[in-house]
């Protein structure tokens, strides 16, 4: 490790006394960084805090389309506009393969996007990518709007899903970008706020989706469910008007060789008493390191080869984790869920509201806990209790009163409360942290890839399980999930690490030493 950073700093400085002061400025940096605390990074960089926050928020247009795309089925004009008229069951109904596709097809176009923001984002930089995400986004929610223009049902199903897939596509910069954004540009100390808030984003666009919903679902018109496709417009616009200003990641700038560039971006976030060239050092040693324990430039197929597969491995997992504990189904179909058990269309939505609003809290508890508790404690635990809430959710639907109902609405209040305080936040924590620096962006793509298509396989798979022309399981779908969570949390223990604290050098070293998991947490550097 010596030695490599020995080369960086000779390729970077002259003189032997230039040498020996670059490496005194990157022991001083390394120990800013450990002794920095949150307080001071919200007190002293605000600007750092705002564009964290501005990258983030990426996450809140991925959030809006993941929750309104269960929610909408609750809508009875969308159920009309786009379904027949049941009349054993006396309601508009979307026949269930239509309605897998309608779920689906965003999903597919998550699975593209991803490896296209990972190409952007690496040749061009991470503020192009936004933007090609933004310009895809905008194209998907205009095409949702006008799509029931032509009043012909079949017509109005193709370019619904035409344009679902469209947006799909942004959405999957969305996913990607966020995370990979906000972590290069995190202290040490607030990389688990920073990726936590991503999770928040996410958060907030399914509560401002519910929130739509109850405010317009009830609606005899197709502006029932237009609006809230509308309300998508804000996202894009959002982050146009600060996008000019949005200062490039130094990570790309210095893996580009753009110095001067990098040192720029550094005190533009940091101040301009930054120690920048102790900074860019920093990630130049890190990205050297990298780069000699590989003998080819970084590709996603690098991301399964050596040290990298058990990181890339790690990076998947999570978001595996995520879908076996049910999240779309309590999540995303909560609305239509409460309206099958029986509780009336006002109350559902509203219930709805309730479910995110919880969960909002719950990832605000996370912001704390990512630092005390840790990563892996916090996610061990998150998983042993949702599994337990879906196991009740099963049981509860075998008991056929009123009251059984609101419990099992209850309980999904809870499961949101603990989802993003656990799975939901620390899950991007720990992927901006396992991901490696050269190969962050391809790493982050299979996450989102990932996501993609456990949310393809589940969406197909739900309105199986659910719709009264089908399955029409209820709360006995807790069962599966909480079957599958099972299995889950038994993978958890041995794959989840605790990178609390550490620095992506100090990462890099205990992958390559080949630590379990399991033993990052307590491992010691000689």
Known sequence: MDDKLDHTLEA??????????????????????????????????????????????????????????????????????????????????????????????????????????????????????????????????????????????????????????????????????????????????????????????IGSGQLIANGAIAGFGEGATSWAYRAPFAIQLFFPVFFLIFLPFAPESPWYLARRGKREEAKKSLRRMFGSNVDADAKLLTIEATIAEEEAARSESGTLIDCFKGTNLIRSIISMYIFCCQHFVGIIFVLGWSGYFFQLAGLATSASFNMGVGVTACGLAGNIVSWFTVNSAGRRKTFLSGMGILTTILLLIGILDFVHTGGAKWAQAALTVIYSFFYFLSLGAMSFTILSETSSTTLRAQTMALATATQAVMGTAFNFAIPYMINPDQGNLKGKVGFIFGGLALIAFSGSYFLIPELKDRTFDEIDAMFQRRVPPRKMGSYKFD
């Open 12 to 201: 970077r400085v002259s003189g032997v006394e230039d040498v020996l002061h670059a490496k005194d400025a990157l022991r001083q940096d390394n120990q800013v960084e450990h002794e920095l605390t949150v307080k001071q990074v919200l007190t002293q960089h605000p600007v750092l805090v705002w564009w964290i926050f501005y990258w983030a928020m990426a996450g809140v247009g991925w959030g809006f389309d993941a929750q309104v795309n269960g929610a909408m089925i609750g809508v009875e004009s969308f159920r009309r506009d786009f379904g027949y008229y049941n009349e054993h069951q006396e309601k508009w109904i979307i026949p269930a393969d239509w309605l897998s596709a309608f779920n689906t097809i965003s999903s597919v176009g998550q699975f593209f996007g991803g490896f296209l923001c990972a190409v952007v984002a690496d040749r061009i930089g991470r503020r192009a990518a936004l933007l090609c995400g933004l310009i895809i986004a905008t194209g998907g929610i205009i095409g949702q709007i006008l799509c029931t223009v032509s009043h012909i049902q079949s017509t109005a199903r193709a370019a619904f899903l035409i344009s679902k897939l469209i947006l799909g596509v942004g959405l999957g910069f969305y996913l990607t970008i966020a995370p990979l954004a906000s972590s290069e540009f995190s202290p040490v100390v607030f990389r688990g706020i920073a990726s936590a808030g991503v999770q928040f984003g």
